[in-house]
């Protein structure tokens, strides 16, 4: 599986975006998928994930309530939705597929993982 994520972009504290990761292959259908990210000077964190059907998420704290992981199997396709954004959710965003499809919060049970899309909000 290769991803590739996009839809970053810099926007204001309070503000919407949209992340759009783009998947190859005719596996995607039953990969988990995740979402996570990494600020500067900081590790990569958990963000989001969501099973191969889309009908199981789990959330960081962090982002509960104003991100919401989606995923369109038709389209090959996983979103992440993110409102009322903070100046600390600034960081580059990667998408992450894992084999068993259901959902994980850890980094090392995802195998395939997109080159980042850097989300930058300002206050």
């Known amino acids: 599986v290769q991803l590739q994520a996009s839809g970053g972009g810099l926007v204001q504290a309070g503000g919407s975006l949209r992340l759009s990761c783009a998947a190859s292959g005719r596996t995607f259908s039953t990969y988990g998928m995740g979402w996570f990210r990494q600020a500067p000077g900081k590790e990569r964190e958990f963000v989001a994930s969501i099973n191969w059907s889309g009908s199981s998420t789990y959330y960081a704290d962090s982002v509960k309530g104003r991100f919401t992981i989606s995923r369109d199997n038709a389209k090959n396709t996983l979103y992440l939705q993110m409102n009322s954004l903070k100046p600390e959710d600034t960081a580059v965003y990667y998408c992450?597929?894992?084999?068993?499809?259901?959902?994980?919060?850890?980094?090392?049970?995802?195998?395939?993982w997109g080159q980042g899309t850097l989300v930058t909000v300002s206050s």
């Open positions: 992450a597929a894992a084999p068993v499809g259901r959902v994980w919060y850890r980094a090392s049970e995802y195998e395939y």
